[in-house]
């Protein structure tokens, strides 16, 4: 598989370097150059069979034919081992006709293991192979820095420095982090916000003689192999569900726009999914623009669904390349145009197609609370907020009570107890596997937001 810059002047590449590149060098994403197909009777064909072998079946397709399904199959069988569920992805049904997708069985308790369990080792995998080491550096606000952290831990061709705010963290998101004792994994803790951190992360990318000498990179959720891991459980839960004879239709809670951008990459590869909500908090660029048709920043807020509080969906710029008159030098003149005036406008056309294949729903921090309550109340079920958004958002706007409603459930309740505690009065509980989580010891060492300081820090201690 070839693939291309969606600003259409980075070098073509195939997946392993791809894998590697994150961005491509001309600022955009790289997306297939062809969509691989599935028909009818192929997905028929992923019934009943183990995670692992359907996430191998899938991803071949992209990763072929230099990483053909022979090479992927010990990973992945390897990666989705460590869940605590044997279904990896198990559906719970919640009422007539509405399922939750349970994505919080990884490692780390929220979806962004799904991918990333499989992204760590393939990095691995072909740094191996080449003979090369890298450095991984990245900011968190949370999820993303754990599941990262438990991808490349103990691997050797990798160092990783993850930054997150000091004291701007749950104890938890922290913990999972800090109490991870591998050798090649270092935690910053910066004196400062996500942006600071964000911040230092792109001057460190931004420095090329840094760049180049501590071979960086990244595995945020732009990197494609992320979402390509994702289209995966789109297959699996509609298949479990009647596909593809019956295909449910699906809400996903939003901030980067990587996980519904992969129920939209399922699509393109034959999966007809009838419907597509976008669940946003009060961030809701993506639903500002279905409503508008102008895409625009705004200020953060900060919610009760942290991991979805970001005013700029990197991933759109993926669909955009998609929309119909987006070729490469419209979709960077818009992105131009955005980082230029904080805005830019789709067309009527685009516009159309993007109503034709999304709804979305903003959803407040009351609405938030209340379904996780409600659910409580109903079945004895703890939700997370995250999940409770896909779900007020997904009732809001489902089309036909006929076709299934999918929520994707991306975190487990116990990453967000206080916001958990504020809806039901209960705190919830680890899962077992994780329940000394409070007794582990901590590492990290803390910095001021300053670059000098951060770069010294990671010169002193990444192996070359
Ligand atoms: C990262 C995250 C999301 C948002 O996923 P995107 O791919 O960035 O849209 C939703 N829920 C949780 C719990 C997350 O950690």
Known sequence: ????????????????????????????????????????????????????????????????????????????TAAYRNFGHPAVAPLRQIDAGEWLLELFHGPTLSFKDYALQVVGPLFDLVLRRRGLHMTVVGATSGDTGSAA????????????????????????????????????????????????????VKRMFGDAAFRDRMRLTAVNSINWARVMAQTVYYFTTAVALGAPARVPAFAVPTGNFGDAFAGHVARRMGLAIPQMVIATNLNDILVRLLKTGTYRKGPVHATVSPSIDIQVSSNFERLLYELDGYHAERVAKSMNELERKGSFKLDADALAQMRAQFDGAAVNEKQTLACIKDVYKRSGLVIDPHTAVGMVAGRARRKDP???????????????????????????????????????????????????????????????
């Open 149 to 200: 952290i438990e991808a490349v831990r103990d691997r050797k061709s990798i160092t990783a420095f993850i930054l997150h705010p000091k004291g701007r963290v749950t104890e938890v998101q922290r913990r999972q982090m800090t109490t991870v004792p591998a050798k090649n994994i270092h935690n910053i803790a910066i004196e400062g916000t996500f942006d600071d951190c964000q911040a230092l």
């Open 402 to 464: 006929s076709v299934p409603m999918v929520y994707l459930s991306t975190a487990h309740a116990a990453k967000f107890p206080d916001a958990v505690k504020k809806a039901i009065g209960v705190t919830p509980e680890l899962p077992p596997r994780m329940a000394d989580l409070y007794e582990r010891t901590e590492r990290y060492d803390v910095l001021p937001p300053d670059l000098g300081a951060v770069q010294a820090y990671i010169s002193e201690r990444a192996a070359r």
């Open 1 to 76: 598989m070839r693939y291309v810059s969606t600003r259409g002047k980075a070098p073509a590449l195939n997946f392993a370097g791809v894998l590697l590149a994150g961005l491509a060098d001309d600022g955009g994403l790289y997306v297939p150059k062809a969509w691989p197909r599935l028909s009818k009777s192929d997905i028929a064909g992923l019934s009943g069979r183990p995670y692992a072998e359907v996430a191998t079946e899938i991803m071949a397709r992209f990763t072929g034919p230099e990483l053909p399904a022979a090479d992927l199959a010990p990973l992945v």
